[in-house]
Nanobody, 121 residues
Framework: QVQVVESGGGLVQVGGSLRLSCAASGNIFSINSMGWYRQPPGKQRELVASITSDGSTAYADSVQGRFSISRDNAKNTGYLQMSSLKPEDTAVYYC???????????????WGLGTQVTVSA
């Protein structure tokens, strides 16, 4: 099985910064992509940023220029650097890892339990 654990959330003031981490472990052969999602209170989960195995990135319009996604392939770990935080960034942030558990095997999605980010005005 594959475990995904997010960390780095917390309480921060408007304009502040946080760095989230996503550590994938277990029976992993390769990680195709990693993505950060968030779910604000009372709203649906939305994609924030994603990064592929070759380093290609994509961002939601709402975070473009403020957030940066990266990954360390050797550590099976992804990161989300968040800057210029706004109250509307308050949400539970989840990491989704698309990973294959054996050569030539299918790639499946594995989710973490999330980490809370609260931006106070």
């Amino acid at each position: 099985q594959v475990q995904v654990v997010e960390s780095g959330g917390g309480l921060v003031q408007v304009g502040g910064s946080l760095r989230l981490s996503c550590a994938a472990s277990g029976n992993i052969f390769s990680i195709n992509s990693m993505g950060w999602y968030r779910q604000p209170p009372g709203k649906q989960r939305e994609l924030v940023a994603s990064i592929t195995s070759d380093g290609s990135t994509a961002y939601a319009d709402s975070v473009q220029g403020r957030f940066s996604i990266s990954r360390d392939n050797a550590k099976n770990t992804g990161y989300l650097q968040m800057s210029s935080l706004k109250p509307e960034d308050t949400a539970v942030y989840y990491c989704k890892t698309i990973a294959a558990r054996r050569p030539g095997g299918p790639a499946n999605a594995f989710w973490g339990l999330g980490t809370q980010v609260t931006v106070s005005a």
